[in-house]
């Protein structure tokens, strides 16, 4: 019952800005971690950024400086936003958040559907 919705993908020329958001809906007793993921045509899915409940932040080494992991608590919601994008950047992103439900025991691993960005050249 709990799952996660993407939004903000799109087509953004090199250099451009875009801005994604994941928000978690259902029975949530309480989120842990959330992240970004992506993954390339032909490439496995690798990690972009992740963001603790506390607010720490960790960002893979291609998008430091370029990329920003936030999240409002009140709203169960994630955002990254991403500037001076490259071609290289192109891929399917993914939100992935850890998530415990009023029917759970524990946490589970949740990931969005996933939404396209495309940097062009």
């Known amino acids: 019952q709990v799952q996660l919705v993407e939004s903000g993908g799109g087509l953004v020329q090199a250099g451009g800005s875009l801005r994604l958001s994941c928000a978690a809906s259902?029975?949530?007793?309480?989120?842990?971690?959330m992240g970004w993921y992506r993954q390339a045509p032909g490439k496995q899915r690798e990690l972009v950024a992740t963001?603790?409940?506390?607010?720490?932040?960790n960002y893979a080494g291609s998008v430091k400086g370029r990329f920003t992991i936030s999240r409002d608590n009140a709203k169960n919601t994630v955002y990254l936003q991403m500037n001076s994008l490259k071609s290289e950047d192109t891929a399917v992103y993914f939100c992935?958040?850890?998530?415990?439900?009023?029917?759970?025991?524990?946490?589970?691993?949740?990931w969005g559907q996933g939404t396209q960005v495309t940097v062009s050249s």
């Open positions: 259902g029975s949530i007793f309480g989120i842990s971690a």
């Open positions: 992935n958040a850890n998530i415990r439900s009023y029917g759970d025991l524990g946490y589970s691993t949740y």
């Open positions: 963001i603790t409940s506390g607010g720490s932040t």
